[in-house]
């Protein structure tokens, strides 16, 4: 089993930054592909960033390249997603997801590539 914990949501303004941090369990998260996503109301759960096991390799939404990034750190369990120039429309619950059995991913882009999945935490930018 894998726990997949998030932080670091709240509220700003819009052309603001946050920095969304996702802690996980288990020993061997240095594998795990690891991804972003987020859920605006009454929308599906959208693509937003996602790294590789190593994290040469990066993904991003056509939506959010160039204002965010997507980081790990292997020897904290933990991948960030740090969001600049901040959007109303990036208002949404963020979800961080771990595809435990590749470290790389051609359909990175899916929900369903990935197993694991955390809580989710809100962002809301005010317009």
């Known amino acids: 089993q894998v726990q997949l914990v998030e932080s670091g949501g709240g509220l700003v303004q819009a052309g603001g930054s946050l920095r969304l941090s996702c802690a996980a369990s288990?020993?061997?998260?240095?594998?795990?592909?690891m991804g972003w996503f987020r859920q605006a109301p009454g929308n599906e759960r959208d693509f937003v960033a996602a790294?590789?096991?190593?994290?040469?390799?990066?993904y991003y939404a056509d939506s959010v390249k160039g204002r965010f990034t997507i980081s790990r750190d292997n020897a904290k369990n933990t991948v960030y997603l740090q969001m600049n120039s901040l959007k109303p429309e990036d208002t949404a619950v963020y979800y961080c997801?771990?595809?435990?059995?590749?470290?790389?991913?051609?359909?990175?882009?899916?929900?369903?590539?990935?197993?694991?999945w955390g809580q989710g935490t809100q962002v809301t930018v005010s317009s």
């Open positions: 288990g020993r061997t998260f240095s594998t795990y592909f």
């Open positions: 997801a771990a595809n435990t059995w590749r470290r790389n991913s051609g359909s990175y882009y899916r929900p369903n590539e990935y197993d694991y």
């Open positions: 790294i590789s096991w190593s994290g040469t390799s990066t």
